[in-house]
């Protein structure tokens, strides 16, 4: 599961031109003939910031984002649901894990990544910051916030950087089961009695908006946009993704007799393009900057597992133990 | 006033409504150290580089590699090293063989006697690196000059991980036990959801009726 890593670009980077211009010219050759970068060789500062803040944001929006559907384990109707409610929040703290230890290579460490996500210094998919009121929100987000993820990974899993890719396929044919698990969740609510199409319809007129701004607003086009697209950091422009996404599951959801609260989606047959209302922007900053209804709880209860845990691992420390970056 | 959660369990937390202090900042190695896992996917397989854990030690580290990479796809066998212990050789291009170009160095620390080392090779960038075989040497620099003459033939070779066999923590064969399970879990599969069966039924069931 995943959101919005590309959302908020608003740091000053260093200059590329204050790099060395022989390296620099290798390392886009490299990128240009389509190989990988490694975590040893040489990588511009704009490079390697940018890739920490994505893959940092992507590991902490699986770390949160396992909180609105974790919360629904125990009260899953049935025990196969809870058993594979269990596995899919197992998979995306798993994808935590993985996307950390990706973000470590590139030298920043996970103590400090934890730190920032529970001060609030570094953002997390702004889609988990609403809460998930039934059981039918919970099969809204296993659906069709994970088949949004899936579009931005599959996107990413081609970027230019080793660690992250090869974490990024992996993930994926994780997510595989996720979305088919959150479609069938979606289709036995819509296909059942009366009152579970209304649910299902209810959790899906709370999250449309949520949704609509999970790949963030339109990208200004700006020179950094360009180098990092060049350097295959950012693969598909928000707005490309958002198109994607919306021909691959507006059917879907039509198909099941469900509506979609946007009185102006349609696809314009000329343009190929899905038109649709302009997403409440004000609101998304508004939410990103922790005024949403759940930002708080989500931070605290994070925060309460890091500090109640934390004499475990002191206990367990090795007090020979040193610390060595991650290889791959 | 404690925070109101829509989840009893939440709200049962106590947890501090409004402004709170500042949470001291992790310190160093609150995430302890790092090891890197290898797994096999079926008997006979080469051991495969799946990527790091992080561990107080190197048992918590077996457990926690189990969980991470083979709770969801076939395993039979585990491998876990010490990041620390890994050597690895500078990275070289696509398509090319790192051995062509490698300068080998001077040991800094050699045995009396050879003993067993494990070679692991990256054929590609952004791929994983895969066991190529075990070789025996006084020192990881003899290591591989020996991995050279016995498995450098065949490129393209990008990336070579040399590890002194005895710093490999490796499943034993009456731990295979512990993957049989997983074939039984069939709700963690996409194949197990036939949602195609319940909107074809759906559809058949609501057809618009077309005026006559």
């Keep these: 599961m995943y959101g919005g890593g590309n959302v908020f670009e608003a740091t000053k980077f260093d200059d590329v031109q204050t790099e060395d211009p022989a390296k620099l010219e290798e390392f886009e050759a490299r990128i240009a003939r389509g190989e990988k970068i490694e975590p040893t060789d040489w990588m511009p500062e704009l490079y390697r910031k940018q890739l920490i803040r994505m893959i940092e944001q992507h590991a902490h929006s699986e770390i949160i984002g396992a909180l609105p559907e974790g919360t629904w384990i125990t009260r899953a109707p049935g025990f196969r649901r809870k058993m594979a409610q269990m596995a899919k929040v197992q998979d995306e703290v798993g994808h935590a894990q993985l996307l950390y230890s990706a973000a470590e290579t590139l030298g920043k460490s996970r103590e400090q990544m934890l730190t920032d996500l529970i001060s609030g210094k570094s953002k997390y998919s702004n889609v988990f910051n609403y809460p998930a009121f039934t059981w039918a929100d919970s099969n809204i987000i296993s659906w069709l916030i994970d088949a949004g993820a899936i579009v931005n990974q599959m996107a990413n899993a081609k970027g230019s950087y080793g660690p992250y890719s090869r974490a990024l396929e992996r993930i994926c044919a994780e997510e595989a089961f996720h979305l088919k698990y959150g479609h069938d969740a979606v289709v036995h609510m819509a296909t059942g009695t009366p009152k579970q199409r209304e649910m299902i319809q209810a959790a899906l007129n709370r999250w449309w908006p949520p949704i609509m701004t999970f790949f963030g607003p339109s990208d200004k086009m700006s020179t950094h946009t360009e180098t990092l697209m060049r350097w295959k950091v950012k693969m598909a422009s928000n707005d490309e993704c958002r198109q994607q996404f919306l021909d691959m599951y507006v059917p879907k959801i039509w198909e099941l007799g469900l509506t979609v609260p946007d009185p102006n989606l349609k696809k314009n047959m000329e343009t190929g393009q899905w038109e649709f209302t302009e997403p409440d922007w004000d609101e998304f900053k508004r939410v990103i900057n922790g005024d949403g209804p759940c930002n708080a709880e989500r931070l605290a209860v994070r925060r309460t597992a890091e500090e109640r845990g934390a004499w475990v691992r002191r206990a367990l420390l090795n007090p020979k133990a040193k610390y060595v970056k991650p290889l791959a | ?212």
């Excluded at chain 2, 033939?153 to 005895?166: A, D, H, L």
């Excluded at chain 2, 036990?177 to 319940?198: G, H, L, N, Q």
Aim: charged share 30%; net charge negative.
């Design chain 2, 1 to 212: 006033m404690s925070l109101k959660s829509l989840d009893p369990r939440v709200t049962r937390l106590n947890l501090p409504e409004g402004e709170v202090p500042a949470m001291e900042p992790k310190p160093e190695l609150d995430q302890f150290e790092t090891y890197e896992a290898f797994h096999q996917k079926k008997e006979g397989a080469a051991y495969t580089y799946v990527g790091p854990v992080h561990a107080p030690n190197e048992d918590v580290a077996f457990l926690f590699a189990k969980e991470q990479y083979s709770r969801r796809f076939a395993c039979t066998g585990l491998w876990i090293v010490r990041t620390e212990n890994v050597q690895v050789t500078p990275y070289g291009n696509d398509n090319e063989n790192l051995y062509d170009s490698l300068q080998f160095e001077v040991p800094t620390q050699s045995s009396d006697i050879p003993e067993p080392y494990e070679i692991f090779h990256l054929k590609k960038r952004g791929k994983a690196h895969t066991h190529a075989g075990r070789v025996m040497a006084t020192s990881y620099e003899e290591a591989l000059q020996e991995a050279k003459q016995a498995f450098g033939e065949k490129g393209p070779i990008v990336n070579v991980w040399v590890v002194r066999s005895k710093d490999v923590l490796q499943s034993a064969e009456e731990d295979k036990d512990m993957w049989t399970t997983i074939p039984e879990k069939k709700y963690r599969e996409a194949i197990a959801y036939k949602v195609m069966d319940k909107i074809t039924k759906y559809k058949e069931e609501n057809k618009p009726t077309t005026a006559q």
